[in-house]
């Protein structure tokens, strides 16, 4: 939970996924601004030195434990579905658990895409990541409502088979790949049915399985 204290002494508290990685000092949020919104449109004015709150206790299913051995590693996500991703490609431990990594983002507009767009062009050159890295990451996007290098839902993407076409990648395979989901609540309905079509089974911390999901945070 991350939030800003308020003068009537009752905090605005929202869920955010920390998107930097486990290893990392500094600890970064990725955020929608809502004009009018109660939290982010106060968070976006927030100087160096005022005061925020942060939970004590993550929590969340999109963890590496919850996923079985395989080769490859999805990660689906629209909106700030990528945030939870934006950390698990700059840990070693993802690149140590999988040999192939493909993140794919999908948002309404182009300029939606900038910070995963730029994190993985960064990604190559970081001192710390980068070498590990090498050619084992792979990112997909596409846009919904406007004109763009691919455009279409990521559901429509997998369902033809254009994804693994576009990415030069097998198509999802229970025995060698494994998923994760992050989006809104109908984006991770409708590609459930085509991840468990694909052969895939759901899996939690306690057992660990194909594939996870998790809700996107509004933040
Ligand atoms: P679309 O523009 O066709 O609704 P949102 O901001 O509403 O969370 O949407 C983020 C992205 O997720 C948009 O590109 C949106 O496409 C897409 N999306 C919304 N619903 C679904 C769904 N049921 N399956 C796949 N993608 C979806």
Not at 67 to 96: N, V
Request: hydrophobic share 35%; glycine share 8%; proline share 6%.
């Amino acid at each position: 939970m991350l939030g800003l204290p308020m003068p009537d002494g009752k905090p605005i508290l929202r869920a955010y996924s920390v998107t930097s990685p486990s290893w990392d000092e500094e600890l970064e949020f990725f955020s929608i601004k809502v004009p009018d919104g109660p939290l982010t449109s106060r968070l976006q004015k927030i100087k160096s030195g005022d005061e925020l709150i942060l939970g004590k206790k993550p929590t969340g299913t999109l963890v590496l434990d919850a996923l079985t051995p395989g080769k490859r590693l999805y990660m689906f996500s629209t909106g700030t579905g990528f945030a939870p991703f934006a950390s698990l490609i700059r840990d070693p431990e993802t690149y140590e658990k999988f040999e192939e990594v493909i993140v794919t983002h999908t948002c309404r507009e182009l300029d939606e895409l900038q910070y995963s767009q730029q994190m993985i062009e960064n990604l190559s050159q970081d001192p710390l990541i980068g070498e590990l890295v090498g050619g084992r990451l792979k990112y997909f996007s596409s846009t919904t409502r406007c004109d763009s290098k691919y455009v279409g839902r990521i559901t429509h993407f997998i369902e033809t088979g254009l994804l693994y076409e576009h990415i030069d990648t097998p198509a999802l395979n229970p025995k060698s790949d494994r998923v994760m989901i992050c989006g809104s609540n109908e984006m991770i309905a409708d590609t459930k049915v085509l991840i468990e079509k694909a052969g895939l089974t759901e899996g939690a911390n306690n057992r660990p399985a194909e594939y996870v999901i998790e809700k996107a945070f509004a933040g």
